[in-house]
């Protein structure tokens, strides 16, 4: 497995949103010198308004993911559920459009799927990932089912990940998308990094998303071959709390307000899905 070993620095990102965010300003302050004009016909107005507007879009839409870095805070954790808050998204996915053409499975086989995050942000990291699965099965016009795969697994101490006796909780996410081409695999956790279409894609998804795990004490990596699909995994310390049995199921009521534990989880869960 490549591990991404390139983390955004503050620094990089700090470059980055100055360019990012000073071309749009730039433009929408080019539309607004054009609209000066008294002469304008009312369709070439309604244009350079429209025009402005998308850039000014594309704005809050990076601003809004930075915020996704800022807002970690150790108050906003609390013991998750992995498993509840996957199945949870599932159901939620399962109606949504840009998903209509892929078959969601989830493989909840973890032992212990509890971790100490902020359940929002898990989430959001969770649909970065969902998000770019299904894109890259988009992208793709040689496959006729798509489909993505959440799978959960335990290592501890003699496994292949951590080593310092902490039990680790990896989530992987598994599509048969396009691929990543070895060269780009460095890339992809960069900010801006981007092989969508402007307006698609900002290239702060995997960036942000790596910055928030590790903030949960975790790390991302990422396995990918061009026409095969990729593996994103997501490893996390697990939670167990005192004198809990460590082969059982780690709680026994409410890890947090949002996300009660399931009392037990198929092994194997297929989403229904809409068409549409
Ligand atoms: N599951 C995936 N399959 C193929 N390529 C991917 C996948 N996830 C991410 N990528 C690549 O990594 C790039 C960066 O992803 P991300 O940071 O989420 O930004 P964005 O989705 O806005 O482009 C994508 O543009 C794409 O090239
Ligand atoms: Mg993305």
Do not use: C
């Not at 955004?8 to 539309?31: C, D, F, K, Q």
């Not at 209509?100 to 902020?118: E, I, K, M, Q, T």
């Not at 894609?201 to 990596?221: A, D, P, W, Y």
């Not at 990918?224 to 082969?247: E, F, I, K, L, N």
């Amino acid at each position: 497995m490549i591990r991404a070993e390139k983390l955004a620095s503050v620094g990089r990102l700090s470059a980055g949103i100055a360019h990012e965010i000073g071309n749009p300003i730039g433009i929408v302050t080019g539309y607004l010198d054009l609209l000066k004009q008294v002469d304008l016909a009312p369709e070439e107005r309604v244009e350079y308004m429209e025009r402005a507007q998308r850039e000014i879009d594309r704005i809050s839409t990076i601003i809004r993911q930075l915020l996704e870095i800022s807002r970690p805070s150790p108050a906003g954790s609390h013991r998750v559920s992995v498993h509840s808050l996957l199945e949870d998204m599932a159901e939620v996915l399962n109606v949504q459009p840009f998903m209509s053409h892929v078959h969601f499975y989830l493989r909840l086989d973890a032992p212990d799927d509890a971790v100490v995050a902020d359940t929002n942000q898990l989430r959001q990291v969770f649909l970065n990932l969902i998000i770019n699965a299904a894109d890259a099965i988009s992208a793709r016009n040689d496959v006729t089912r798509g489909e993505l795969v959440v799978s959960t697994e335990n290592r501890g101490t003699d496994g292949a990940v951590g080593g310092d006796g902490k039990p680790w909780l990896l989530v992987r996410f598994s599509d048969n998308g396009t691929g990543i081409a070895e060269e780009n695999l460095r890339d992809v956790f960069d900010p801006f990094y981007t092989t969508k279409e402007p307006g698609k894609g900002t290239g702060l998804g995997l960036s942000v998303s790596f910055m928030i795990v590790e903030s949960f004490g975790g790390r991302m990596e990422v396995d990918s071959t061009v026409g095969h699909g990729t593996t994103m995994t997501v490893v996390m310390p697990v939670s167990r709390s005192a004198g809990q049995p460590v082969a059982g199921r780690p709680v026994t009521g409410h890890l947090s307000e949002e996300t009660p534990v399931a009392a037990s989880t198929p092994p194997a869960f297929r989403a229904d899905r809409q068409t549409g």
